[in-house]
């Protein structure tokens, strides 16, 4: 089975843009979770989406915001951008709801400039 | 909230010699995991523990979840150069669905 994709793997912009990061699961699975990694805070969970619904949400502000697809295809957007949401964003796939084993797919690098 | 600490932070140790990292939360948990991140890579599942005081190996892995599945460790035997990476521990709280990352410790083997 292929593995968790994520599109684009490199991002840079700017201060108040906004930025819509993809995210394919392996195959079968239907959650996919969000998570931001940084060296000051480590692995911090944004949201997981489970059937295309929002079934748990991280201590994020609301400029974080995903959705998922039918296919199970997932987006994460992120408005406004500061410089602090400079971050590797993984997206992580599992077979059922909730805090299961996690398959991570390569991440995306967002630089906020 | 909950809290997930690891410890140490970063390990430098002789190949050969063994290593252990420590995860400790402020919550009982319901289970917890244990990811490793190689340099430049995504974390990759190692485990996960779900009874109290349970014990698992693999290869020179062992892991431990404590009486009170409140804390965990991840013991390796006989290090080598390809354990460089970072181990996370993440545990699951209450059966909330967020799983709560350590902040990770940090591997280096020198040869």
């Known amino acids: 089975k292929a593995g968790v994709t994520q599109t684009p793997r490199y991002l840079i912009k700017t201060r108040g843009q906004q930025v819509t990061l993809s995210c394919s699961p392996i195959s079968g699975h239907r959650s996919v979770s969000w998570y931001q990694q940084t060296p000051g805070q480590g692995l911090q969970f944004l949201f997981e989406y489970f059937s295309e619904t929002q079934r748990n949400k991280g201590n994020f502000p609301g400029r974080f915001s995903g959705r998922q697809f039918s296919n199970s295809r997932s987006e994460m957007n992120v408005s406004t951008l500061e410089l602090g949401d400079s971050a590797l964003y993984l997206c992580a796939s599992s077979l059922a709801q909730g805090a299961n084993e996690q398959f991570f797919g390569p991440g995306t690098r967002l630089t906020v400039l | ?111």
């Not at chain 2, 290593?19 to 400790?24: A, M, P, Q, S």
């Not at chain 2, 523990?49 to 404590?66: A, C, D, H, N, P």
Request: with cysteine; charged share 15%.
């Open chain 2, 1 to 111: 909230g909950q809290q997930v600490m690891q410890i140490p932070q970063y390990q430098h140790v002789q190949e050969g010699e063994d290593f252990t990292t420590y995860c400790n939360s402020s919550t009982t948990l319901s289970n917890i995991q244990w990811y490793k991140q190689r340099p430049g890579g995504h974390p990759v599942f190692l485990i996960q523990l779900v009874k109290s005081g349970e014990v698992k190996k693999q290869k020179r892995l062992t892991f431990q979840f404590g009486e009170a599945k409140k804390n965990s460790s991840l013991h390796i035997t006989a290090t080598q150069t390809t354990d460089v990476g970072t181990y996370f521990c993440a545990g699951n709280s209450g059966n909330t669905g967020k799983l709560i990352f350590g902040q990770g410790t940090t591997l280096q083997v020198k040869p």
